[in-house]
């Protein structure tokens, strides 16, 4: 690879590195059980999100999605339980005073504001109405609580609240002389969704190619040094610096460094996030995109098109490039910019997720961690900066950065594309399954380390590191799904469960197999220079004629 494209691959890596996204479910606003706001007797439902159906003239019209209140009777979880009624709007308004609609177990509308939500809701059963839907003034969805004075909680009706824009949808469906019928329910998610699988066998797949990858060609450097150093008979040079071309190993400054620099770019983020920015990551993004597409395929096809692959040609500015090369950039190019114009539609998360892994599967090529050392330090400063991003800024920024960063919330688009994700097949609700570029990468270089030192060791996969290293990133990405679905799919910090079974795998297996000096310091097995050991052999061969 030339100086340009390394240089464009490790500041693609830089970027892509320092954004450790959650793993997280996503599905629009969604609002589930909060500790903060009180509980009490009649004022004690979890906050769950409501499906609104609605039916213009009988024909089945737009569907719409609100969150029940805290008061009031629960909502069915079934669609084949909810009843279907004539949807009214309140006279007056707010419905502070008693309606002067007549209602025979209608839903009435009403809209935010004058006096409580108890008291809207308590207007509304008096008058008969089935349920009431409340009208936010903004476009967010407002969790719905009691006051901790209030006593008049004896609602049986439910009550939900909407966004403003769902309400000015159904105000002009209303006012159109058009009958109207809605049908509320809040399906439950299920436990385990088909989309976590296929995440999980990707992040375990990719790491699993890269180190792969990465153990053959360090073993294919390690032969050809040796080769170089057996012919070399007049001198004996000095192995010690010796690193394949276009390899960047990470230092213990740089591990650290990942704290600080992580921290300022996801502030950059938080604070900056807006249409132009993530348009400036999408570019970025498919600049890294195209150059490991490219490097995967040009390795991957060099074995069958090898004249094309070892035939060079100067191009300017990116110096000699192989004429396999030259023919895969232009179906790379193509890609990425087709994903990038179609990346909002429904089926974009395919081209996302094979740039993504193909990106990832180039940088754990080019990027190496030495020793052992470097790595506990890196994935110990990584499992710091997930936590903190996650769960501890929230006590700053009253919000999860890194949660609203992965989400979007602040840009008006679907996040950035630094992530792997996947529909949620049969989830009532939709959305995406998801994992940051930096839970497969970070854990991704240690695994692929303990897969060179491995081999460069001659250890089988049962006496060395690599297969039990892989075993408890699956069991330590496993753990983060379990915590999801019992979190009620809020945003999990992945390292927070990864770096502890990896990492305690790695230190604990070299400890006791008595390698944990030679892992920490050298990073590799020691290996007797070919010139010592021909010089051995020729001394012996003098003893045994002598």
Not at 167 to 181: P, Q, R
Not at 258 to 279: D, P, R
Not at 458 to 471: C, E, P, R, V
Not at 512 to 522: E, S
Request: proline content about 4%; charged content about 20%.
């Amino acid at each position: 690879m030339d100086f340009q494209s390394l240089c464009r691959v490790i500041f693609v890596t830089a970027l892509i590195s320092i954004v450790c996204l959650p793993c997280s479910v996503t599905a629009g606003d969604i609002v589930h059980d909060d500790d903060s706001a009180p509980k009490k007797p009649g004022c004690e439902n979890d906050f769950v999100l409501v499906k609104v159906q609605t039916w213009v003239n009988g024909r089945e019209d737009a569907e719409f999605v609100g969150v029940g209140a805290r008061f009031g009777t629960t909502i069915v979880s079934k669609e084949k339980n909810a009843n279907q009624r004539r949807l009214i709007l309140s006279d007056p308004r707010d419905c502070c005073s008693p309606p002067k609609n007549k209602l025979a177990n209608d839903v009435i509308m009403v809209d935010r504001g004058h006096c409580k939500f108890t008291t809207k809701a308590n207007n509304a059963q008096a008058a008969h109405a089935s349920a009431v839907l409340i009208i936010n003034n903004q476009k967010e969805l407002y969790k719905m609580v009691c006051e901790p004075d209030e006593t008049d909680l004896d609602i049986h009706i439910p009550a939900v609240m909407l966004p403003q824009d769902a309400g000015a949808s159904l105000e002009k469906m209303l006012t159109s002389n058009s009958s109207v019928s809605v049908q509320l329910y809040s399906p439950r998610r299920p436990l385990v969704d088909i989309a976590e699988v296929f995440l999980w066998l990707m992040a375990v797949g990719t790491i699993l190619c890269a180190s792969y990858w990465s153990a053959w060609t360090a073993r294919e450097a390690a032969i050809e040094q040796d080769k170089l150093l057996k012919d070399a008979s007049d001198e004996i040079p000095d192995t010690r610096h010796v690193v394949s071309g276009g390899i960047v190993d990470v230092n213990t400054t740089s591990a650290v460094l990942f704290v600080v620099v992580a921290s300022c770019f996801l502030l950059m983020l938080y604070k900056l996030m807006s249409y132009w920015f993530v348009e400036l990551l999408v570019v970025l993004f498919c600049i890294g995109g195209v150059e490991g597409l490219q490097t995967c395929l040009v390795a991957l096809l060099s074995r069958w098109f090898k004249r094309a692959g070892q035939s060079y040609i100067k191009v300017p500015f990116f110096g000699a490039l192989s004429y396999l090369t030259l023919a895969v950039s232009p179906f790379c190019i193509a890609f990425a910019v087709v994903w990038a114009v179609y990346r909002n539609f429904s089926f974009a998360w395919i081209g996302q997720d094979i740039l993504g892994i193909a990106l990832i599967i180039t940088v754990l090529q080019i990027v190496h961690v030495p020793n052992l050392k470097v790595g506990t330090v890196l994935l110990s400063c990584a499992f710091l900066y997930d936590i903190f991003w996650v769960f501890i800024s929230k006590k700053l920024f009253h919000e999860s950065v890194m949660i609203v960063v992965a989400r979007g919330d602040k840009s008006g688009e679907d996040g950035i594309p630094m992530l792997l994700k996947i529909p949620r097949m049969f989830d009532p609700w939709g959305g995406y399954s998801i994992i940051g570029f930096g839970d497969i990468l970070l854990p991704g270089l240690l695994i692929a380390f303990s897969l060179r030192y491995d081999w460069l060791a001659n250890k089988t996969l049962q006496a060395g590191y690599f297969l039990w290293a892989m075993i408890a990133y699956g069991l330590g990405l496993l753990v983060t799904y379990v915590a999801l679905n019992l979190m009620d799919g809020h945003g999990q910090p992945a390292l927070l469960y990864i770096v502890p079974f990896t990492l305690g795998t790695f230190l604990t297996l070299g400890r006791k197999r008595g390698d944990l000096r030679v892992l920490w310091t050298r990073g590799e097995p020691e290996r007797p220079c070919p010139h010592i050991r021909l010089e051995h052999e020729h001394s012996e061969e003098l003893n045994d004629e002598k």
